[in-house]
C-alpha cells in the first residue's frame, strides 16, 4: 500500500530564502505526483502535476522534481515571500490498484517572515 | 463559472443524528469525491465516483453513504453521527475518471463537529 511522507511537518524561514519541501513515497511505480497548496480555512489549489517522465515541472517560483528511483520528490520555492505562507501537501497515486484514488501527505505548514 | 461548491461551511451535530453534505461541480468533471482532513494527518477518501450512477468506497468509507444521480452533485449523507466524524470534509471533483493523472479541484470544505 502507497504511503506519503512529508518531513518537516513545519518550516519558518525569511523572507527572499529559497526553499525545498519534501515528499517521500513507498511505492515507486507511480507515473506522477501531485502537489497543492492549503491556506488556512481554505480547499486545496493544485499546484503543479509532475509526470514520471518529466523529471521536472516548473511554475513562476516554483519548481518540482521527481525521483522515482529514490521514492522522493522535491518542491522548490524560489524567492519565498509572505503570500507563500500555507500548507503544501503532496499525493501520490493509490497503487497498485488504482488510478481512481491519490494518497495524500499531512502536509509542509511554511511560514515566511516578513 | 463556480467551481465546487460545498454547503453547509459550518455543522455542528449531535451524537447520533444524521445530515447530508452537499457538494456540487459546473465543470462536468466526471469524477468527484469526498475527503475528510483530521489535525496532523493527510487527506484520507472516503467515497468517489467515477461518473454518475457510479460510486465506490475509498479508504474511510464507515459512516457515509453517497449517491450520484447526476454528474453535478455528489452528496455525502452520515447515518448516524458520532464524535469519531468530527473532521473537516472536503469535495473534490476533475475531469478525468483517472484521478491520479488529472488535477483536481477541490470545493472550501465543510467544518464539521459532533458533540
Known amino acids: 500500500k502507497q504511503e506519503v511522507t512529508q518531513i518537516p511537518a513545519a518550516l519558518s524561514v525569511p523572507e527572499g530564502e529559497n526553499l525545498v519541501l519534501n515528499c517521500s513515497f513507498t511505492?515507486?511505480?507511480?507515473?506522477?505526483l501531485q502537489w497543492f497548496r492549503q491556506d488556512p480555512g481554505k480547499g486545496l489549489t493544485s499546484l503543479l502535476l509532475?509526470?514520471?517522465s518529466q523529471r521536472e515541472q516548473t511554475s513562476g517560483r516554483l519548481n518540482a522534481s521527481l525521483d522515482k528511483s529514490s521514492g522522493r520528490s522535491t518542491l522548490y520555492i524560489a524567492a519565498s515571500q509572505p503570500g507563500d505562507s500555507a500548507t503544501y501537501l503532496c499525493?501520490?497515486?493509490?497503487?497498485?490498484?488504482?488510478?481512481?484514488?491519490?494518497?495524500w501527505g499531512a502536509g509542509t505548514k511554511l511560514i515566511i517572515k516578513p | 463559472n463556480a467551481g465546487v461548491t460545498q454547503t453547509p461551511k459550518f455543522q455542528v451535530l449531535k451524537t447520533g443524528q444524521s445530515m447530508t453534505l452537499q457538494c456540487a461541480q459546473d465543470m462536468n468533471h466526471e469524477y468527484m469525491s469526498w475527503y475528510r482532513q483530521d489535525p496532523g494527518m493527510g487527506l484520507r477518501l472516503i467515497h468517489y465516483s467515477v461518473g454518475a450512477g457510479i460510486t465506490d468506497q475509498g479508504e474511510v468509507p464507515n459512516g457515509y453513504n453517497v449517491s450520484r444521480s447526476t454528474t453535478e452533485d455528489f452528496p455525502l449523507r452520515l447515518l448516524s453521527a458520532a464524535p469519531s466524524q468530527t473532521s473537516v470534509y472536503f469535495c473534490a471533483s476533475s475531469y478525468s475518471p483517472e484521478v491520479s493523472k488529472d488535477e483536481q479541484y477541490f470545493g472550501p470544505g465543510t467544518r464539521l463537529t459532533v458533540t
Open positions: 511505492d515507486s511505480a507511480i507515473y506522477n
Open positions: 509532475i509526470q514520471s
Open positions: 499525493a501520490a497515486p493509490g497503487l497498485p490498484d488504482s488510478n481512481y484514488q491519490l494518497i
